[in-house]
């Protein structure tokens, strides 16, 4: 969708400004269309209204992404995979992050299988004002005993929340899985050639999603694809195969590429599904505890870079998770809309009616940034936030969005001269060259502080005196 116009999709809408879907008119409700703050259902006429029922159509058409969405479990910690419609974010943007399942496997002891599973539920980083958290569990069917595989499902569905993959090859296992996780959407693997029948029945019966798998077979698995359509099965995640570091790692990456090309740019309905990726094959013959973790943690990395909708992982270790979720972050932020955090004032510490005042922007990395410079000096400050935008200091002067007159407006709102007696503010050393309009419309007076948040401790100890 990120190559069709307003007009294109406006053609294919009443046109009469009803304004019911919460919009002005119908050109604008095109444009909320395209950014997905808008879907089709929302347009009231063209969903009651039989005479439109032939633009309805042309519009689900052009609206539906080239790469199915397809979500996997219930719940509030359901995710949503694949969905997307171009290949590079600078076209568009991506909407659905790549979704991080940790694999379970059935041999190990039961009180084991509780830990790592309690682990997998609470794990959660905060970076610059976003929780990053996992995604999913993988059961695995290691040791090929029914009542172990059994148990170890049964084990994760009732005490977890998190959506679940169940992998076996065992197909009296897969649909014991499947059962015990009846209503869950649980995503089945995995269909190949040689079973796809018996899986379909199975994913139909117990309404789940499952992969179709044909390693290192573009071919074939096009071939899998369209059996199980045939069977009516339209929620399916496509397992090209993944090959650990190493001579055919690039071929993992180049399949990968080119299931995304056939779906986006040639339109092929075939690999219109979102892609798994198992970095756990790091772990292959690998005794190294670490280097297996870390080389995983590369495999996932280069993966995630080449469309991979959902991977799944071994290692717990934050050493190992922190760059990926890092990275995942950055790709799935919107370039065009910053993170950002409100305007106004922040208590670092336990500041009083003597205690600094320093000024930063509502960009959220500066804004985290400064909060912990500030915090590691252990002096009890106030924080001033203004609204740039999302932009950062250096960007937010360029581009006039930190001014005087904002910054005299967010003294006002927030009442900061009820918090102080003193009447004295510090200003990013970027922005010195506005401190004499800043003195001029607040009647504050304006220190100019160090270039670097790192600095402001040192520069405290020296500049900061209340009489």
């Not at 059935?106 to 995604?135: A, H, W, Y």
């Not at 069977?231 to 995640?237: L, N, S, T, W």
């Not at 670490?290 to 050493?319: G, P, Q």
Request: hydrophobic share 40%; aromatic share 6%; charged share 25%.
């Amino acid at each position: 969708m990120a190559k069709v116009s307003p007009l294109e999709i406006y053609k294919c809408l009443p046109g009469i400004n009803c304004k019911k879907c919460g919009v002005e008119s119908c050109m604008a409700f095109a444009s909320q269309l395209i950014e997905r703050n808008k879907t089709y259902e929302d347009c009231e006429p063209l969903m009651k209204d039989e005479k439109f029922a032939e633009k309805k159509r042309k519009l689900i058409e052009i609206v539906t992404p080239p790469v199915k969405e397809i979500t996997l479990g219930t719940g509030e910690r359901a995710c949503s995979i694949g969905g997307e419609e171009v290949m590079y974010r600078h076209e568009l943007t991506f909407f659905n992050q790549s979704a991080l399942f940790i694999d379970i496997s059935d041999d190990i002891p039961f009180d084991e299988i509780t830990e790592k599973m309690t682990r997998i539920s609470n794990f959660k980083i905060e970076r610059v004002g976003q929780e990053l958290t996992l995604d999913g569990i993988v059961i695995r069917d290691k040791s090929g005993d029914p009542a172990k595989f059994g148990e170890a499902v049964v084990t994760v569905i009732e005490n977890s929340d998190m959506p679940v993959m169940i992998c076996s090859y065992n197909l009296e296992n897969l649909e014991m899985g499947a059962e015990i996780a009846a209503g869950k959407r649980a995503l089945l693997f995995a269909a190949t050639i040689d079973n796809w029948e018996d899986v379909a029945e199975i994913a139909i019966k117990h309404e789940c999603p499952v992969v179709a798998s044909a390693p290192d077979d573009i071919e074939a698995l096009g071939n899998l694809v369209q059996n199980l359509n045939s069977k009516g099965i339209e929620d399916i995640v496509l397992d090209i195969g993944t090959f650990p570091m190493g001579d055919k790692h690039g071929v993992t990456l180049e399949n990968m590429a080119m299931i995304r090309r056939l779906a986006i740019e040639n339109n092929n309905k075939l690999f219109g599904y979102p892609i798994l990726s198992l970095p756990m094959v790091a772990w292959m013959n690998n005794e190294d505890e670490v280097k297996a973790a870390i080389d995983e943690t590369i495999l996932a990395s280069t993966l995630l870079l080449r469309f991979s909708d959902i991977m799944v992982l071994h290692s717990l270790e934050m050493f190992s998770l922190l760059p990926l979720l890092t990275l995942r972050q950055n790709i799935y932020t919107d370039p065009r809309m910053p993170i950002q955090v409100d305007a106004g004032v922040y208590n670092i510490g336990k500041p009083d009616e003597n205690s600094p005042v320093l000024l930063t922007t509502n960009f959220a990395l500066t804004y985290y940034t400064v909060a912990s410079d500030i915090e590691s000096t252990k002096k009890d400050c106030y924080l001033l936030v203004v609204n740039t935008e999302g932009l950062a200091v250096e960007p937010a002067m360029a581009g006039t969005r930190l001014t005087g007159s904002l910054i005299k407006e967010t003294i006002e709102e927030s009442n900061l001269g009820e918090k102080v007696k003193h009447r004295k503010i510090i200003i990013p050393g970027m922005a010195a060259r506005i401190s004499g309009e800043i003195e001029d419309l607040t009647g504050w007076e304006v220190i100019v502080g160090p270039l670097d948040s790192s600095r402001i401790g040192a520069f405290l100890d020296e500049k900061w005196k209340v009489n």
